[in-house]
């Protein structure tokens, strides 16, 4: 079974300022995808950015980032230009594509805050 | 409405009521989703149906049934629950068997269960 692991339960950063949220997965697939998904404060969960596993870019929305490092199953968000509305609990999620009972099924990490302080 | 809906947004119930949560979706899916999310725990899927099919129960306690009578509508009842079963509840739809790096789930506000 796949598992996903958030270690930082909370961070904060300055509004303008870049942040890292860090996200690590265990997995024995080849072919999978990873999401970063927020919640805001108001909790209806959003998604923020995908990652293929078999694309080596990483994936970038707007300010958005991830470094996606496949070999040490790690996948971090960054958060460019930090703004007020950053504000949310982020999950990292772990979606196989190898079919079978696990196809399209998410695995999400226990979630870190992010606090923006103006 | 638009997007996916849940209602109530909060519930207080005692150990021995039984109460039903009820989700909508307005976006043409066919799959939908509970998920369960406590404090300091990553969340955890419940039900999953397909095309009005159960087609996943993670271990679920029967104290916990689900109803999907069409593909936007998806219920949870609920009876003889436990203190430990609060949490906030959240419901999700995607389209079902569609490539997973494309099948968002897109998620309701979810409902804040407290259970006395």
């Known amino acids: 079974a796949q598992t996903v692991t958030q270690s930082q339960p909370e961070m904060s950063v300055q509004e303008a300022e870049t942040v890292t949220l860090s996200c690590t997965y265990d997995?024995?697939?080849?072919?999978?995808?990873l999401f970063w998904y927020k919640q805001p404060p108001s909790r209806q969960m959003i998604l923020v950015i995908r990652?293929?596993?078999?694309?080596?870019q990483n994936a970038t929305e707007n300010r958005f980032s991830v470094n996606f490092q496949k070999a040490a199953k790690s996948f971090s968000l960054k958060i460019s230009d930090s703004q007020l509305g950053d504000a949310a609990m982020y999950f990292c999620?772990?979606?196989?594509?190898?079919?079978?009972?696990?196809?399209?099924?998410?695995?999400f990490g226990q979630g870190t805050i992010l606090t923006v302080h103006p | 409405e638009t997007g996916v809906t849940q209602t109530p947004r909060h519930l207080v119930m005692g150990m021995t009521n039984k109460k039903s949560l009820k989700c909508e979706q307005h976006?043409?899916?066919?799959?939908m989703y509970w998920y369960k999310q406590s404090a300091k725990k990553p969340l955890e899927l419940m039900f999953v149906?397909?095309?009005?099919?159960?087609?996943e129960n993670n271990s679920v306690p029967s104290r916990f049934s689900p109803e999907c009578p069409n593909s936007s509508h998806l219920f949870l009842h609920l009876h003889t629950l436990q203190p430990e079963d609060s949490a906030l509840y959240l419901c999700?739809?995607?389209?079902?068997?569609?490539?997973?790096?494309?099948?968002?789930?897109?998620f309701g506000p979810g409902t804040r269960l407290t259970v006395l």
């Open positions: 997995t024995s697939e080849s072919d999978y995808y």
């Open positions: 999700a739809s995607s389209q079902a068997w569609a490539d997973p790096g494309y099948n968002e789930q897109f």
């Open positions: 149906y397909n095309f009005k099919e159960q087609t």
């Open positions: 976006l043409g899916h066919n799959a």
């Open positions: 999620a772990y979606s196989s594509n190898a079919g079978g009972t696990s196809y399209g099924k998410l695995t």
């Open positions: 990652q293929e596993a078999y694309k080596q």
